[in-house]
C-alpha cells in the first residue's frame, strides 16, 4: 500500500488560527510555501477553493511553474461551469505540470459559501449533479471519438475534446453525508476524511468500501485523512502550544461576530457537524 503525504499551498500566510497578513496574493509566499514542500518531499499539496479567496485553478498554475515534482490537488466545486470546460481546464494543467494534477472535488460547503456564488440546490441535488458531472467529466478526459451526453442537469453534443490528461488524472472526493459516499463510491479513486477517532474512521472506510463493491471498485478506491498536527519538543510543551491556538482561534471567533461570515453560522456540512460533536 503506497502512503502519500498531501500538504498545503493558499495565496497568503494565515490558518482557522492565524490571521492573515501579507498581501491578499502574497507571490513571495506562494513561492516559498511551494517550493518548501516540494524540498521537504511531500507528494501533493492542495489548493482549496473558498468564495473569497482566489482561485485554485489559476493558483495552481502558478505553482506549476514555480515546481518540478509536487502534485497539484486543485480543489473544484462542480456545477458552477460546464464538465467539458472544467475538463480541458485540468487537462491542459495536467499537460503544463508534466502530469502532476489532480482533482479535489467539493459539492458542499460551509456556512452558505455556496449560496454566495449562487448555488441554491439542496444536498441531495447536488450530489445528482456531481454524479451526472463526474460522467461528463470522465468522458471528455478519456473518448477518442465525438460523444454526446442527454442528462437530467447536463446536455452535450459531438464533444472531443483534444486535450487529455497525461495519464488518469485522479479524482480525490470530499464528503460526508450518504448521498456524498455513494457518489464517491461511483467516481474516487481517493476518499477523504477529516482527522476523527480511529473508530470512526474504521467505520467511514468500511462504509465507503461496501458502497464502492456495488460498483466492483471496493479494492480500487483509497483514502486520505487530513489532520492539524501540534508539534513539540515535549508532549508538555505540544499541549501548551495547543492551548496558545485554541486561545488564539477563540479571540479571533470573537471578533469576527456580527460579521456577514457568520450569517450562516451553524448551517456547515456534515462533516464539519460530525467534527464539532466529536469536540463537545
Known amino acids: 500500500m503506497s502512503l502519500e503525504f498531501i500538504g498545503l499551498i493558499g495565496p497568503q500566510e494565515s490558518s482557522e488560527s492565524q490571521a492573515p497578513r501579507g498581501p491578499l496574493v502574497d507571490l513571495a509566499f506562494i513561492k516559498a510555501f511551494a517550493q518548501a514542500q516540494e524540498y521537504g518531499g511531500f507528494d501533493k499539496a492542495l489548493l482549496a477553493v473558498n468564495t473569497s479567496a482566489p482561485d485554485s485553478m489559476i493558483l495552481a498554475s502558478y505553482v506549476a511553474a514555480l515546481t518540478e515534482r509536487i502534485g497539484l490537488l486543485v480543489a473544484h466545486r462542480p456545477g458552477f461551469q460546464a464538465p467539458t470546460f472544467a475538463a480541458r481546464q485540468f487537462a491542459t494543467l495536467d499537460q503544463l505540470s508534466g502530469g502532476r494534477a489532480s482533482i479535489n472535488v467539493i459539492t458542499g460547503g460551509d456556512s452558505g459559501d455556496l449560496q454566495r456564488d449562487g448555488d441554491f440546490l439542496d444536498k441531495d441535488a447536488r450530489y445528482a449533479r456531481t454524479d451526472e458531472y463526474l460522467d461528463v467529466l470522465r468522458n471528455t478526459w478519456t473518448q ?3 460523444f454526446d451526453h442527454h442528462g437530467a442537469h447536463y446536455r452535450v453534443e ?3 475534446t483534444l ?5 488518469q488524472l485522479p479524482v480525490y472526493f470530499s464528503g460526508a453525508s450518504d448521498a456524498a459516499v ?3 463510491a461511483k467516481h474516487a479513486d481517493v476518499y477523504m476524511m477529516w482527522g476523527e477517532p480511529l473508530e470512526q474512521v474504521r467505520e467511514r472506510i468500511a462504509q465507503v468500501r461496501k458502497a464502492a463493491a456495488r460498483y466492483g471498485r471496493e479494492k480500487h478506491i483509497r483514502f486520505s485523512l487530513s ?4 508539534l513539540g519538543a515535549t508532549e508538555d510543551e505540544a499541549w501548551a502550544r495547543a492551548e496558545r491556538i485554541l486561545a488564539d482561534a ?7 461576530q456580527g460579521n ?6 451553524g448551517k456547515s456540512n456534515i462533516g464539519s ?3 464539532v460533536q466529536l469536540a463537545s
Not at 486535450?163 to 495519464?167: M, N, T
Not at 477563540?250 to 469576527?256: A, H, K, N, S, T
Open 144 to 146: 477518442q471519438q465525438p
Open 163 to 167: 486535450v487529455k490528461p497525461v495519464g
Open 250 to 256: 477563540q479571540q479571533r471567533i470573537g471578533i469576527r
Open 227 to 230: 489532520l492539524r498536527p501540534i
Open 182 to 184: 455513494e457518489v464517491a
Open 273 to 275: 457537524e460530525r467534527l
Open 158 to 160: 459531438d464533444n472531443l
Open 260 to 265: 456577514r461570515r457568520e450569517k450562516n453560522f
